[in-house]
């Protein structure tokens, strides 16, 4: 399981610049409604991928945790969702969620279940994602902000 802190290779303003055309789900994250419009247009794209019931909602939930943190800590972001062809493996999702917001500082921490910075929170959003997904990468700097790459692979069923 890919679990990174800051890549090197990895520029997050570049990220945050990917052009729409790139993508088959586009979506800014501004308002709290936002994450609802992620959650259901992520859903309808893992359907129409063919992803069994289970799996699309394990992709849903995904992407509305992660929607949920770039309007909590971010205020605002991206959600950018692409459907892959993997000639090996078959369709995949990928899922990639960025923000140039405050960044967080200890990164080591944030994976850990139960760790939250949000008063009244379980902090267990991004170790969720993790458990979910079937990869899963995290770069994050502070005052620059933070991007999370995960996806699934469509199992066959
Ligand atoms: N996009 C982000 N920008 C800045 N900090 C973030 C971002 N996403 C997560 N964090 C930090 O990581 C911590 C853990 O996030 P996680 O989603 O696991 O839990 P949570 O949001 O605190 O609680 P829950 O998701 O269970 O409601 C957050 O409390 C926050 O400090
Ligand atoms: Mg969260």
Redesign the pocket.
């Known amino acids: 399981m890919l679990h990174k802190k800051v890549d090197e290779n990895l520029d997050i303003d570049r990220v945050f610049d990917s052009p729409a055309e790139d993508f088959d789900v586009f979506i800014r994250i501004a308002r709290e409604e936002d994450i609802a419009v992620a959650r259901q247009m992520a859903k309808q794209l893992a359907q129409e991928a063919g992803f069994s019931l289970a799996d699309v909602t394990k992709i849903a939930t995904a992407v509305s ?2 929607a ?3 309007y ?3 205020k605002q ?1 991206r959600i950018m969702i692409k459907k892959l062809l993997d000639d090996r493996e078959g369709p995949y999702l990928e899922i990639i ?1 960025s ?1 140039n ?4 500082a ?1 990164i080591d ?3 850990t ?1 139960g ?4 008063e009244r ?9 993790k458990r979910l997904m079937d990869t899963f990468a995290i770069y ?1 700097e502070v005052g620059r ?2 991007v ?1 790459i995960t996806g699934k692979r469509r199992r066959k069923f």
């Open positions: 945790e992660l949920r943190n770039i909590r800590y971010a972001g969620a923000d917001g405050p960044g967080i200890e921490l944030v994976m279940r760790y939250t910075t949000y929170s379980l902090g267990i959003g991004l170790s969720g994602v994050s902000g933070t999370v």
